[in-house]
């Protein structure tokens, strides 16, 4: 069983910055995509952003331009830099792998990011 270890997350500022890693138990390459989503506890989880095999980018149109994702294949590991947080951005963020397979896809157990105003 694939397992997905998260880091960072936490509580900042409105204007601030955060950055989330996500630490897969195999080879980030052996996934179609990997990436991030988030869920607010009333809405649905929804997409933040995810990055391909080949390095494209996928963002959700409410990060454009203040989220970035990225991977170091050295350490295995998919970043998410979060730059001018909003109140907004409030949610518990959870990573998300994808294989070529239809079904092999994994979840982190999720981390919690709060902006305060």
């Known amino acids: 069983q694939v397992q997905l270890v998260e880091s960072g997350g936490g509580l900042e500022q409105a204007g601030g910055s955060l950055r989330l890693g996500c630490n897969p138990s195999?080879?980030?390459?052996?996934?179609?995509?990997t990436g991030w989503y988030r869920e607010c506890p009333s809405k649905e989880r929804e997409l933040v952003a995810i990055?391909?095999?080949?390095?494209?980018?996928v963002y959700g149109d409410s990060v454009k331009g203040r989220f970035t994702i990225d991977r170091d294949v050295a350490k295995n590991v998919v970043y998410l830099q979060m730059n001018s947080l909003e109140p907004e951005d409030t949610a518990v963020y959870f990573c998300?792998?994808?294989?070529?397979?239809?079904?092999?896809?994994?979840w982190g157990q999720g981390t919690q990011v709060t902006v305060s105003s």
């Open positions: 990055i391909s095999k080949r390095g494209t980018t």
């Open positions: 998300y792998a994808a294989a070529a397979n239809v079904g092999d896809e994994y």
């Open positions: 195999r080879d980030i390459l052996s996934f179609k995509v």
